[in-house]
Nanobody
Framework: QVQLVESGGGLVQAGGSLRLSCAAS????????MGWFLQAPGKEREFVAA????????YYTESAKGRFTISRVHAETTVDLQMNSLKPEDTTVYYC???????????????????WGQGTLVTVSS
């Protein structure tokens, strides 16, 4: 089992930045592709960004390209999402997720992820 805990959410003004962090414990995530998703109330979970297990390749949804950066240091237990130029429409809960070894790439579909955190709320005021 892998336990994931997100942190770093909060309230920020439009145009500001936040850095979300996902801390993993339990089994290692060294060989796991990692992803960040968002979910607005009453809507389906949406892919934001993913990073390959060794950290060398990243993939973003169109709305995240140029504004968000996913990062990890191989063999460490955290995965971060740097969020810049935030917009009010970015307001929602963000989730970290881990996909099992051997998952396809890019890992952008939520059913490919096995482990999920509880989420962290990001609120962007206008």
């Amino acid at each position: 089992q892998v336990q994931l805990v997100e942190s770093g959410g909060g309230l920020v003004q439009a145009g500001g930045s936040l850095r979300l962090s996902c801390a993993a414990s339990g089994r290692t995530i060294d060989s796991a592709n990692m992803g960040w998703f968002l979910q607005a109330p009453g809507k389906e979970r949406e892919f934001v960004a993913a990073i390959y297990w060794c950290g060398t390749i990243t993939y973003y949804t169109e709305s995240a390209k140029g504004r968000f950066t996913i990062s990890r240091v191989h063999a460490e237990t955290t995965v971060d999402l740097q969020m810049n130029s935030l917009k009010p429409e970015d307001t929602t809960v963000y989730y970290c997720a881990a996909a099992p070894y051997g998952s396809s790439w890019p890992t952008e579909r939520d059913h490919e992820y096995r482990y999920w955190g509880q989420g962290t709320l990001v609120t962007v005021s206008s």
